[in-house]
Nanobody
Framework: EVQLVESGGGLVQAGGSLRLACAAS????????IGWFRQAPGKEREGVSC????????YYADSVKGRFTISSDNAKNTVYLQMHSLKPEDTAVYYC????????????????????WGKGTLIIVSS
């Protein structure tokens, strides 16, 4: 059974930091890229960051560049999202998702490219 389980959400003050973790199981981790997405109240789900479990290549949305860092621990089948300088507009449910790498090792870090999704973890950033 495929599982993606997020952890690390919570309440934090603006300017603070949090680290999310996404523990994956039930598929070959090294053959996938893992992404973080978020959905704020009343808004559409959007991409935040992705990382290839194969070569470590990363993608960041402009809104989080310089503040968030994605990393992968392949030995633990876990991807992390370290978030600094959090803003109230970062408040959302954060989801991790997995998309297969293609034959060249590339991936598409988009909502419609993901095969598997976690259930999400809520982050609230207070002003």
């Amino acid at each position: 059974e495929v599982q993606l389980v997020e952890s690390g959400g919570g309440l934090v003050q603006a300017g603070g930091s949090l680290r999310l973790a996404c523990a994956a199981s039930g598929f070959t981790f090294d053959d996938y890229a893992i992404g973080w997405f978020r959905q704020a109240p009343g808004k559409e789900r959007e991409g935040v960051s992705c990382i290839s479990s194969s070569d470590g290549s990363t993608y960041y949305a402009d809104s989080v560049k310089g503040r968030f860092t994605i990393s992968s621990d392949n030995a633990k089948n876990t991807v992390y999202l370290q978030m600094h300088s959090l803003k109230p507009e970062d408040t959302a449910v954060y989801y991790c998702a997995a998309t297969p790498l293609d034959y060249s090792g590339s991936y598409y870090c988009g909502l419609d490219g993901m095969d598997y999704w976690g259930k999400g973890t809520l982050i609230i950033v207070s002003s």
